[in-house]
């Protein structure tokens, strides 16, 4: 007897054994910020970031002082071309990619609040350019030896100059950090000229949701700047852990930020609190919140 639906059904149903949508295939993007910790805490630190679901770690921040020494917050770690730094910590860097891990990305930022670093570098630019003589090519090309970083990452917070910060991102590519990423919070058409000179460079945008930016819509930055934006929240800290957003929450502002912009990704500012908070949230309770917030 012949069953002309039966081809039909059999195709359907192999379609729902075999194939997922693509929301449940890919695994959502989440990021974090990390200073101190990331380079003191030894090898304790890469494996609680392997084991969080973060999937990009950013290390928090380099400082670029006048002669083109390159600081991790107050460590002096590249000069002259050379690594300087503690001498592990490139090995222990290393194993953040090795599986079992969630991590896939490692960032290098530069800049921050009440620094000259973006300064600096249009000032080395100048005076010396960034060909491979350059102290700057010199310095970053240590760095990328010394951290396997895939990407720069922008927190320039004053300077806002287009020409030398694209001339630095370019350099920084040819050095093989791929991509270039902006975290900014507020000068919109500065960003948005940025991207446009930088094109497809640039990945992503880390857009700070807290502090100076606690007012921000990704929705209107992802039209400025023609992407989606990856907004981030503060996790708990200050005084008695009282002040910042609990992972429920971020979860709850990642939701709504989803339906409203439409974002795959969110990161969270800033390790060190979560570890002097940790009874509030640790690294991976932060990390399922903006996980499932995005899917």
């Known amino acids: 007897m012949k069953r002309p639906w039966f081809p039909a059904l059999l195709a359907v149903l192999l379609a729902l054994v ?8 890919a695994t959502p993007r989440s990021a974090i910020f990390g200073g101190g910790p990331f380079y003191a805490d030894g090898q304790a630190v890469m494996d609680t970031l392997r084991s969080s679901g973060f999937t990009t770690v950013i290390l928090w921040s380099v400082h670029v002082h006048p002669n083109g020494d390159l600081y991790l917050n107050d460590k002096l770690i590249v000069q002259n071309g050379r690594y300087v730094g503690d001498a592990g910590w490139p090995a222990r860097l290393r194993t953040l990619k090795q599986a079992p891990t969630s991590v896939n990305r490692i960032e290098v930022s530069v800049g921050s609040w009440g620094v000259r670093d973006w300064e600096n570098i249009a000032a080395l630019i100048s005076s010396g350019g960034t060909g491979p003589s350059s102290i700057l ?9 010394a951290t396997g970083a895939d990407a720069i990452n922008n927190d320039d917070e004053s300077f806002y100059q287009v020409a030398p910060t694209a001339a630095f991102a370019r350099m920084a590519q040819g050095l093989g950090y791929a991509k270039f990423t902006f ?8 960003w948005a000229s940025l991207k446009s000179n930088l094109g497809s460079l640039v990945d992503r945008v880390y857009l700070q949701g807290y502090a100076g930016g606690a007012g ?9 700047l023609g992407m989606t934006v990856d907004p981030g929240l503060w996790s708990k800290h200050g005084s008695g852990c009282s002040a910042g957003d609990s992972p429920a929450t971020v979860e709850s502002k990642m939701r709504s930020w989803k339906t409203s912009a439409g974002i795959t990704g969110g990161f969270m500012w800033l390790y060190d609190d979560m570890k002097a908070c940790s009874a509030q949230g640790n690294a991976a309770a932060y990390a399922r919140a903006i ?3 995005v899917r």
């Open 18 to 25: 075999f194939v997922q949508p693509a929301s449940a295939q």
């Open 137 to 145: 090519y010199r310095n970053f090309q240590a760095l990328r030896t």
């Open 183 to 190: 975290a900014p919070y507020t000068n919109q058409s500065f």
């Open 216 to 224: 921000n819509n990704p929705a209107t930055w992802n039209r400025a």
């Open 291 to 293: 996980n499932n917030g």
